[in-house]
């Protein structure tokens, strides 16, 4: 599977971004997605994942009711919808994928993931 990340940019505070990870590989259908950020000088950290089907999602506490993850397996497509930004969600965000994990837990850490893109940058100005 091959991600490509893109739909960053520069927003203020209170704006929205859509992220799009684009994949290649028929794998990609069967696999969960999820998007991952590192602000300056932290981290990486898990935002959001969806499984294959899209009938569960999972999301940091830190963007539950600002960001929205969906998938089109038809485009072979994940979104990230930000609403609301702040300046502390300013970060590189990359997508990731790999197969449907066993337990809500595993979708957190980016050790799970097997798959990743290039990131790309959202930068929140206060």
């Known amino acids: 599977v091959q991600l490509q990340a893109c739909g960053g940019g520069l927003v203020q505070a209170g704006g929205y971004l859509r992220l799009s990870c684009a994949a290649s590989g028929r794998a990609f259908r069967l696999s969960t997605v999820g998007w991952f950020r590192q602000g300056p000088g932290k981290e990486r950290e898990f935002v959001a994942a969806?499984?294959?089907?899209?009938?569960?999602?999972f999301y940091a506490d830190s963007v539950k009711g600002r960001f929205t993850i969906s998938r089109d397996n038809v485009r072979n497509t994940v979104y990230l919808q930000m609403n609301s930004l702040k300046p502390e969600d300013t970060a590189v965000y990359y997508c990731?994928?790999?197969?449907?994990?066993?337990?809500?837990?595993?979708?957190?850490?980016?050790?799970?993931?097997?798959?990743w893109g290039q990131g790309t940058m959202v930068t929140v100005s206060s």
């Open positions: 969806i499984r294959s089907s899209g009938d569960s999602t």
């Open positions: 990731a994928a790999t197969k449907n994990l066993a337990s809500m837990r595993a979708h957190f850490s980016d050790l799970n993931y097997d798959f």
